[in-house]
């Protein structure tokens, strides 16, 4: 009898354990991928405030996403995986501050050995900085909740999830939102979905329609020239070629030629 409790509390115990590693690893990338994609939207809110809409943010977004998940592979996984998450130091009113002094770490460390540049880690050190509070606050919020843990252990398929969480968070920014508020959302996406956007408005547009509507459609994306309501404009891209000619606020001319 005495046998048969031992051997049900070390299994018990080992499948607990199991559990535990998993929702770790499981939330822990999740995580990651909420804090870089919340970053990728505070970058483009900012580039719109400062240049009226976003630049190079695809570059931007490539490169960040790179050091972001690899900094989780190399430097987050196993200790995450080692640390007794019942300890003080995950608690929201610490973790946080923790993961943003060890992100600002991680951060720097990559780029002085890849790139030796005190400059370039002064330069983005405000991204490591909010990915690494993000990422903890995240993180210790997710993984205090035992319902949480107890649901990704009872229904197996909610953890491929995490996996795919960047494609999904993306996706919902750069696939679904541009195609329910594309004239919205336009200043903030990649210059291949803006161009995708303005194509679609472009094409509704004819010979005595007011340009102040287009413009106002398309915020920033025509030039100065024709903005005031009055001049010409060429434009051609990897999408369309358009000739615009605008008189008192009144479409004159307009060609627009898909590739």
């Known amino acids: 009898m005495k046998e048969d409790i031992k051997e049900r509390v070390i299994r018990d115990f080992g499948e607990n354990h199991s559990r535990n590693k ?13 804090a870089w994609t919340t970053t990728m939207v505070i970058c483009s809110i900012y580039q719109v405030i400062r240049f009226g809409k976003t630049q190079d943010i695809m570059m931007i977004v490539c490169w960040s996403g790179l ?5 989780w592979a190399i430097f987050i996984i196993f200790p995450l995986a080692r640390l007794d998450h019942s300890r003080k130091i995950f608690r929201i009113q610490i973790f946080p501050f923790v993961t943003t002094a060890y992100g600002v770490a991680v951060y720097s460390l990559f780029l002085l050995v890849l790139f030796r540049s005190v400059d370039l880690v002064i330069m983005f050190i405000v991204w490591a900085v909010l990915i690494g509070l993000i990422f903890g606050l995240v993180y210790s919020l997710l993984i205090s909740s035992d319902k949480l843990t107890a649901l990704l252990s009872k229904i197996p398929f909610l953890k491929i ?27 903030f996406m990649p210059e291949q979905i803006q161009q995708k956007i303005a194509a679609h408005t472009l094409s509704k547009f004819k010979k005595g329609d007011r340009f102040s509507t287009l413009n106002h459609l398309i ?17 051609t891209n990897g999408l ?20």
Request: glycine fraction near 8%.
């Open 219 to 235: 915020p920033g994306y025509l030039e100065n020239d024709v903005a005031t309501g009055d001049g010409s404009f060429w434009s």
């Open 240 to 259: 369309f070629d358009l000739k615009l000619e605008v008189q008192h606020d009144t479409i004159q001319a307009i060609e627009l030629r898909m590739k």
């Open 67 to 71: 050091f972001a998940f690899m900094g």
């Open 161 to 187: 999830l995490s996996p795919l969480s960047p494609l999904l968070l993306v996706g919902f920014f750069w696939c679904l939102l541009p195609g329910v508020f594309p004239n919205l959302v336009f200043r």
């Open 22 to 34: 998993i929702s770790k690893q499981t939330l822990g990338f999740f995580s990651i991928s909420v």
